[in-house]
């Protein structure tokens, strides 16, 4: 199957900085990818639909300018977190669509904010 | 809106044979998948249904009731690695690229 990666798969961060996650496709295009945020023994909750060329979509409740989404090409979005805060430590995961009714999910991201 | 309810925890024993259920709520229906995510890893795709019935691939099945907005995942034959969390999720029917989970179970397989 194709292969998603994420990098880092660990960040830990000072309060009121900011983190910058990479999500990329390793075998194939993609002109879609979406980022989700997981809390411990919670679902999967989608924050955004990264576009490329385009701008992100993000769902109801996430705060865009918080959260910047980049999608400068078919193989990469990149997902920022800005002036972090605890509340923001979480599993980023992203991921893409396959072919056969399929989603690509990355490593994940666990982002711990001090 | 949509959603998807699943049990938040199963338990069993190796060789044992287990039923995760999923009942969902939404507008409009392009299937329900299955999605095994061991802790701290990626979720990473079990099964696909658009049709009613049962999809038997080797150890894992998953069958689904449209007219019961209801599916189940059928794990048989239980290995410890089996242990995870296990999501249902079905297309937005606004935006079919997108995925909206269920709640998830998490199954414990014990020796």
Redesign the interface.
Known sequence: ?AV?SQHPSRVICKSGTSVKIECRSLDFQAT?M?WYRQFP??????MA?SNEGSKATYEQGVEKDKFLINHASLTLSTLTVTSAHPEDSS?Y?C?A?GG?????????T?LTVL | GQSLEQPSEVTAVEGAIVQINCTYQTSGFY?L?WYQQHD??????LS?N?LDGLEETGRFSSFLSRSDSYGYLLLQELQMKDSASY?CAVRDPY?T????????T?LQVFP
Request: hydrophobic share 35%; no cysteine; net charge positive.
């Open positions: 199957g998603v879609t979406f023994k919670q679902s999967l909750m989608l639909t599993f995961i991921s669509n056969n009714n399929e989603q690509f999910f990355g490593p994940g666990r | 299937g998948s701290g890893g990626a979720p990473t795709f696909y658009a999501f935006n690229d997108k995925l909206i989970f269920g709640t998830g998490r």
